[in-house]
T-cell receptor, first 113, second 115 residues
């Protein structure tokens, strides 16, 4: 059956609500994780990152949680605003020189006012 | 401090033509990554280059695709004899070191449409 926090391709929220976007990563050896925001017609924009020796990291209005046991990553956005509407991708990588990012499936966040 | 620059932003080619995509990394960055994004999908790694060297091309198709990052000038992703399946957004990212935990900064992408 489906597990809690399974990736959803779309998420619709009201302005002011908190948003939670989930991501399951693929490689248990990955030790660096990044969340990117991609607006229509633009390239991915860095939001926040976390290393595998941490399980939580906070930024401005955003929090990333890492659960290595189940290979799960989440992005929490507080007080979601219409400008947060975009596609959000998680990415993982190994701590090796020149290792490329592996992107997860994106989640489209729609914020209505 | 200009970000990663890519041009052209949009490129239309007919089947069989060549496509050249350019990427100028951020100032001070000598490491460039190319990714491809198909509609409704995440980015997929293609190739990683340093100045004058291809370090990892494991994600690049063996035929028709090539990449370079010369000592002077932008990095070039070249697609020969394009086919409709090459239609996608191509993004480059740059970083200042090969450290995998150094954030990669992305350009705005080139959207290739093959007719």
């Amino acid at each position: 059956g489906e597990s809690v926090g399974l990736h959803l391709p779309t998420l619709s929220v009201q302005e002011g609500d908190n948003s939670i976007i989930n991501c399951a990563y693929s490689n248990s050896a990955s030790d660096y994780f990044i969340w990117y925001k991609q607006e229509s017609g633009k390239g991915p924009q860095f939001i926040i990152d976390i290393r595998s020796n941490m399980d939580k990291r906070q930024g401005q209005r955003v929090t990333v949680l890492l659960n290595k046991t189940v290979k799960h990553l989440s992005l929490q956005i507080a007080a979601t605003q219409p400008g947060d509407s975009a596609v959000y991708f998680c990415a993982e990588t190994l701590n090796q020189a020149g290792t490329a990012l592996i992107f997860g499936k994106g989640t489209t966040l729609s914020v209505s006012s | 401090n200009a970000g990663v620059m890519q041009n052209p932003r949009h490129l239309v080619r007919r089947r069989g033509q060549e496509a050249r995509l350019r990427c100028s990394p951020m100032k001070g960055h000598s490491h460039v990554y190319w990714y491809r994004q198909l509609p409704e999908e995440g980015l997929k790694f293609m190739v990683y280059l340093q100045k004058e060297n291809i370090i990892d091309e494991s994600g690049m198709p063996k035929e028709r695709f090539s990449a370079e990052f010369p000592k002077e000038g932008p990095s070039i992703l070249r697609i020969q004899q394009v086919v409709r399946g090459d239609s996608a957004a191509y993004f480059c990212a740059s970083s200042p070191t090969p450290n995998a935990q150094e954030t990669q900064y992305f350009g705005p992408g080139t959207r290739l449409l093959v007719l």
